[in-house]
């Protein structure tokens, strides 16, 4: 069973950078998908950046050009580097991971991100 797991994390102020990484580990599928997704309290989970295999990475227009997320499929590991970090960031930070074959699609269970103003 494929494990995925999140690091990183924490409160930091406004202005402020953070690095958040996620490390799948427990299988040796082949991994397509690589992305991150928040949920902030009281809303639902979005999207943040995601990529498939060879194509570039896709984000939230709200992270466009403050967020940069790079992956490693060899290591299968998947950063976010988030700066000029903003209240309205503050969420709790999912990796999701998903290979080619039916079922293959895994959560991390969270890292949570508060940004003070």
């Known amino acids: 069973q494929a494990q995925v797991q999140e690091s990183g994390g924490g409160l930091v102020q406004a202005g402020g950078s953070m690095r958040l990484s996620c490390a799948a580990s427990?299988?040796?599928?082949?991994?397509?998908?690589m992305g991150w997704y928040r949920e902030a309290p009281g809303k639902q989970r979005e999207l943040v950046a995601i990529?498939?295999?060879?194509?570039?990475?896709n984000y939230e227009d709200s992270v466009k050009g403050r967020f940069t997320m790079s992956r490693d499929d060899r290591k299968r590991t998947v950063d976010l580097q988030m700066n000029n970090l903003k209240p309205e960031d503050t969420a709790v930070y999912y990796c999701?991971?998903?290979?080619?074959?039916?079922?293959?699609?895994?959560w991390g269970k969270g890292t949570l991100v508060t940004v003070s103003s």
């Open positions: 990529s498939y295999s060879g194509e570039n990475t």
């Open positions: 427990g299988t040796t599928f082949s991994i397509n998908i």
């Open positions: 999701y991971v998903q290979g080619y074959s039916l079922g293959e699609n895994y």
